[in-house]
Structures are given as C-alpha cells and as structure tokens.
Nanobody, 120 residues
Framework: VQLVESGGGSVQAGGSLRLSCTAS????????MGWFRQAPGKEREWIAC????????DYEDFVKGRFTISKDKAKKTVTLQMNSLKAEDTAMYYC??????????????WGQGTQVTVSA
C-alpha cells in the first residue's frame, strides 16, 4: 500500500491550501480514510475522517467550519481543503487509512507527510 500526499506549502494566515492523498495497492472503496497532523514537539493529532463510501465525515473541533475532507473514488484520492488557516495549523500533515470505520478503528497505513506552514 502506498499513500502519496501533495499540496503542502507555506501560506499566510487567513489563506487556503488543498492537500491531496492518492492511494494505491488497496481497494480504495473498502477503506475509511483520514488526516492527522503533528507539530514540532507535540503528539500526532487527528483532524478529520471520511467513511468508506464518502458519505460520512467527522472533524476535530478546532478545524470544524474551516477544513473539508472528501473522497474521489475515481481518482483514489482523499482531499483536505483547508481554509482560514491559522499559525497554529502549522504542522506536518499525514494521510491515513483506517482498518474499519474511521471513528472506531485504528489506522493501518500512513502516508509520508506533507508540511504546512502558516505565517502570522
């Protein structure tokens, strides 16, 4: 299984970025997927998840209303649209595949990460 993330970069506070994660080596429709992030000196934290079919999504409170996760089955890609970015959103962002439903299952595969830097 391979997860390839893209779309990270540097942006000013209030700006937007769109992260993408393309999966290969698995049956894309069978897996819930999510995004996590890890800032320097902090533990990795969950951000959002999307169900196998893409019809259910959930978000951590600190990104609700600003971030949107979606799944494109044809492209085998999960996307995280990030708007109204804040300096505290600066972190390495990781794509993840869950072993089952995204709220009750463990992550079984991780991407390599893409850096997001937001300047105040």
């Amino acid at each position: 299984v391979q997860l390839v993330e893209s779309g990270g970069g540097s942006v000013q506070a209030g700006g937007s970025l769109r992260l993408s994660c393309t999966a290969s080596g698995l049956t894309f429709d069978d897996y819930a997927m999510g995004w996590f992030r890890q800032a320097p000196g902090k533990e990795r934290e969950w951000i959002a998840c999307v169900s196998q079919g893409g019809g259910f999504t959930d978000y951590e409170d600190f990104v609700k209303g600003r971030f949107t996760i979606s799944k494109d089955k044809a492209k085998k890609t999960v996307t995280l649209q990030m708007n109204s970015l804040k300096a505290e959103d600066t972190a390495m962002y990781y794509c993840a595949v869950y072993g089952g439903s995204c709220l009750v299952s463990k992550v079984i595969y991780w991407g390599q990460g893409t850096q997001v830097t937001v300047s105040a």
